[in-house]
């Protein structure tokens, strides 16, 4: 059979003093890490989205160095308003004679941003949720799955609407709304794993030996439940990007900054749509299906990685 | 003179797969005849379970298949598929291990049952469903069971469904995989003792596959031993398990302590070692690395099933190049 | 002993489950009301002004209004008013509109109805198809072709593919004219229960419809496909083939049945997308329906109309849900107790 054993040099810490408990755990999640991140760049689509990811990731960060803010300006446009794509607009312009490709470019920092705060938000209290109802189970457990229940049956838009028009527009809000009405997922995904881990006999015995559920929660059901929600989380980032797209589309985004959702709403409500103006409607939802995609592709690919019996799909 | 009810002839599967083809069974000739008991032990992985389902063509559809499969003398690998599906179940039956997942969960079982009716003859369902009540009462369940769900069943009760579904279209043949794994020792006994008074009713041929051979020695007339895809060594029960030709038949017939023997109590035999890979196998005879008796000559010899005794059969250099003596 | 006792008033473990579901459908439904009339406490500003806001009413009648809204009493008391309204139908008034916000819903609901049902069956249908040709054809052409333009659907927001269609098939391209209208119901003037009437609303729903099964056909086939090629490697399938049953058949009598039960499952808890879709396309194509009222009144802001259309949208998820929950053992026995 093949050698499974590391080159001796990498074990260094095994030829000194012994090492600790916490050391040799450490050892074993990062060579874990470090198969599955092997695994994963085998799957062909999974590396494409990452490619496509860091593109987009590039261009955010990027942005102030590509393109001068002053693109943005109203005040300072000097194109003609509505005109197609050109030599020197290469997306066109919008109804204010502003180039799209810059708006496009700067676009991509508020809907990224928001898209990744949002995710934040919703994978922290779904995780929180999922692994205190998981662990604790009975009544704890009833109560934090009837609140579950609801957001996920309520309606997201309808609830998103109703909250982001009471809160007022701003990025904050808006990531606010998304995270809190999106959490479900993952709570659930999480709780199954933390009853299961809560269920698995070690657990009886180390709280025999006096551990606390803080322990047993950073210790043990932690370590088992990341590696989900980190495959969820990305499929997260691709319905929080949406999400924001949808909320700015509809004029609930934050006025004075430029996202690609805002650009579909300027665009309609200046009638792009009637001019026939397909280069000012084009890039930003090019933009986004391209983004979302990716996060997706990157999300299956992950949770082949994760779950073999997924592989080859 | 009776005509062979199963005949196979060289039989060779591959699986082909992302990371290579992988030879399941490589080259396998087996007979039984009508009324007759053959049983097929081995390790898991040994190739016994892609027999059965070679013998109906019911492997998946990335396979390769060589050599001939004949039931009542037509080759089963060959025949179009309209008289391959009328063939099934009315010639030769499969009875499948572990029945939880074999049997549809959500469909009642007396339909599922009434199926296979339906699939081979024109009966009215009335018809039908007193077959099926027939079926589960001689298989030694109520009638009245035909109404239950999978999941509402005992892993034995399921097992007999399984065996009275079998039984719908009175084949010639009983092809058991594994009939007996994952029910406990009494449930076990009561299927093989069914099987038996079946075989004796019916006049059944019964193909039991199993890694039990225990379970064959009491119930079938001779016995193949399969290992790394081949068989390794073939004939009659009683001989085979009480005085093996083979290593490996030694090592597996020791494995199963004797009830009632305290010597095989105290020291269980186990087989060292792991099943080959079928993608690296070893040259030569596959078993040598894990066998006790291997001789510098094994790894290069191209072991072949010798005469082993009268009927009996093993493929090992050391019965090829012992005296031919009187047993 | 609670189950001698529960036994004891007839209930079975079946009564028990349905009557679990239903109340955790009325608690649904109750959290929606305490959700809505908290959150209209939190409002800023004085209701009552709100209303007024752009007409001279004299002081006397805003503090009129002002008690009408209960704003006075204590806490409980308003919560119990606004249950007791709500029951009785009455959602309060529109800001916008100066009516009650029931009658307007009344009045938006049926375009949304016809064009979320019709929708729903197009591409509840579709796309269960693609689904499932996509499985059973695995790593087919059709099968990859499918699966990147379900992707893709899915991957985008389902207004900017309303949009583009919009400005293809309505507006036209270059010199191709455009064949549909570009908004609302009917086109002005017509009689809608004529038959020219109804061909014209057919005209105007043509692309507000087609956008949306679209978007809803890709997740549909995505998930559909999932389930038949996790239903495909089951054991029972190789029982039906070796009994001498046609490939065709066992797909469609063993493993399409069977893989449409978490199908539906998942379909089910995905009704939000459903409605969410309607808003934003309802806005694209002016299609006078609650969508295009949520959009007019979330731009007022018309917090009456928002909160009765919120209302109105999850109890038709909660009941839909609830339905769906009883209906379930009977399509799967595994989940029948007693």
């Known amino acids: 059979m093949a050698q499974t054993s590391a080159p001796p040099a990498k074990d260094a810490e095994l030829t000194g003093p012994a090492p600790s408990p916490r050391a040799i755990v450490r050892a074993r999640r990062r060579r874990a890490a470090a198969r599955a991140w092997a695994e994963y760049r085998r799957n062909r689509v999974g590396m494409v989205g990452l490619a496509i990811l860091i593109v987009f990731i590039a261009l955010a960060v990027l942005a102030p160095v590509l393109v001068p803010s002053s693109a943005l300006d109203v005040t300072q446009a000097t194109g003609v308003p509505f005109s197609p794509p050109s030599a020197e607009y290469p997306f066109g312009t919008d109804e204010s004679g502003r180039s799209v490709l810059a708006l496009t470019v700067w676009g991509s920092r508020v809907s990224l941003l928001v898209g990744f705060l949002a995710t934040v938000i919703s994978v922290l209290i779904g995780s929180v949720v999922g692994i205190v109802a998981g662990h604790f189970g009975r009544w704890t457990d009833s109560v934090l799955m009837r609140v579950t229940d609801w957001f996920l049956v309520i309606p997201f838009l309808p609830l998103a609407i109703v909250l982001a028009t009471v809160l007022g527009p701003s990025l904050a809000n808006i990531a606010f709304v998304i995270g809190i009405t999106s959490w479900p997922g993952t709570a659930r995904i999480v709780r199954a794993q933390a009853l299961a881990v809560t269920a698995r006999p070690y657990i009886e015995r180390a709280r025999a030996l006096g551990a606390g559920d803080w322990h047993l929660i950073t210790r043990h059901i932690l370590p088992n439940v990341v590696p989900l929600i980190f495959a969820n989380t990305v499929l997260i980032v691709a319905i929080a990007i949406l999400s924001e797209t949808t909320l700015a589309f509809l004029g609930l985004g934050d006025p004075l900054r430029v996202s690609w959702g805002s650009m579909l709403d300027a665009a309609f409500s200046h009638g792009a749509a009637s001019i026939g103006a397909w280069w000012y409607l084009v890039p930003p939802g090019l933009a986004i299906l391209l983004v979302v995609l990716a996060f997706t592709m990157c999300g299956q690919a992950l949770e082949a990685v994760l779950n073999p019996r997924l592989r080859g799909r | ?327 | ?338």
């Open chain 3, 1 to 338: 002993m609670a189950t001698a006792a529960a036994r004891s008033f007839g209930l079975t473990a079946a009564n028990r489950r349905i009557g679990g579901k239903l109340v955790g459908a009325v608690l649904s439904l109750a959290f929606v009301l305490v959700f809505n009339f908290f959150l209209f406490r939190v409002l800023p500003g004085d209701p009552a002004k709100n209303l007024t806001r752009n007409r001279l009413v004299p002081a006397e009648q805003v503090q009129a209004l002002r008690e009408s809204f209960g704003l006075g009493k204590p806490l409980p008391q308003q919560f119990a008013g606004y249950v007791r309204d709500t029951l009785r139908g009455d959602l309060g008034i529109s800001y916008k509109f100066r009516r009650p916000v029931s009658d307007v819903i009344a009045e938006r609901i049926w375009p949304t109805v016809l064009l979320l049902g019709l929708s729903t069956v197009l591409s509840t249908i579709i796309g269960l198809f693609i689904g499932i040709r996509g499985a059973w054809r695995r790593g087919s052409t059709f099968d990859r072709g499918s699966l990147a333009v379900s992707l893709a659907l899915y991957a985008m927001p389902e207004f900017w593919l309303g949009i583009l269609l919009l400005i293809a098939f309505g507006v036209g391209v270059g010199p191709l004219p455009g064949l549909f209208p570009t908004g609302g119901i009917s086109t002005p003037g017509t009689d809608m229960t004529s038959l020219a009437g109804v061909l014209d609303v057919a005209r105007h729903l043509f692309l507000p419809c087609l956008t949306l099964t679209l978007a809803y056909l890709a997740e549909y086939a995505l998930v559909m496909r999932s389930s038949l090629l996790d239903e495909l490697g089951e054991d029972y399938l190789v029982t039906a083939r070796a009994k001498g049953l046609r490939d065709a058949l066992v797909l469609r009598r063993h493993a399409v049945p069977n893989a449409l039960l978490p199908t539906t499952t998942l379909i089910f808890l995905n009704l939000g997308f459903v409605v969410s879709g309607a808003i934003t396309i309802e806005t694209v194509f002016s299609w006078p329906g609650l969508g295009l009222l949520s959009y007019e009144a979330l731009r007022t802001p018309d917090y009456p109309v928002l909160q009765g259309v919120f209302l109105l949208f999850s109890a038709a998820v909660i009941v839909a849900n609830v339905l769906a929950d009883l209906l379930y053992p009977y399509l799967d026995p595994r989940v029948r107790t007693g």
């Open chain 2, 1 to 327: 003179m009776t005509v062979t009810l199963l005949d196979v002839r060289d039989l060779e599967v591959t699986y082909r797969t992302r990371a290579g083809d992988v030879p399941a069974v490589r080259g396998v000739s087996l007979q039984l005849d009508p009324g007759q008991t053959l049983g097929l032990a081995g390790e898991s992985g040994c190739g016994k379970s892609t027999m059965a389902a070679a013998i109906l063509r019911l492997l998946p559809p990335d396979t390769r298949t060589s050599g001939s499969v004949l039931l009542d003398g037509e080759d089963v690998l060959t025949m179009r598929p309209g008289r391959l599906r009328a063939v099934r179940w009315t010639e030769a039956a499969i009875v499948f291990q572990g029945a939880m997942h074999a049997l549809n969960p959500v469909r009642r079982v007396g339909v599922q049952i009434a199926e296979a009716i339906h699939l081979h003859d024109k009966v009215t369902d009335e018809a039908a469903d007193a077959r099926v009540g027939e079926l589960l009462e001689q298989v030694g369940l109520p009638a009245r069971r035909a109404a239950s769900y999978p999941h509402e069943l005992s892993g034995g009760q399921r097992q007999r469904v399984m065996i009275a579904m079998a039984l719908a279209c009175s084949p010639r043949l009983l092809i058991a995989d594994e009939p007996t794994t994952a029910l406990d020792v009494m449930v076990q006994a009561q299927v093989l003792d069914l099987l038996a008074e079946l075989r004796r009713e019916l006049g059944l041929a019964l193909l039991l596959i199993t890694h039990d051979l225990s379970v064959l020695a009491s119930t079938c007339e001779r016995i193949a031993v399969m290992y790394a895809g081949r068989v390794v060594e073939e004939g009659p029960a009683s001989a085979v398990f009480d005085e093996p030709a083979h290593p490996y038949t030694r090592a597996l017939s020791e494995a199963f302590p004797t009830i009632g023997d305290r010597a095989s109590r105290k020291a269980p035999h186990g087989l060292g070692g792991d099943p080959p890979d079928p993608r690296e196998l070893p040259s030569g005879c596959a078993f040598h690395p894990r066998c006790p008796v291997a001789v510098p000559i094994c790894p290069t010899t191209d072991v072949q099933l010798w005469p082993a005794g009268p009927a009996r059969r093993a493929a090992c250099v050391h019965v090829r190049d012992r005296e031919p003596a009187a047993s």
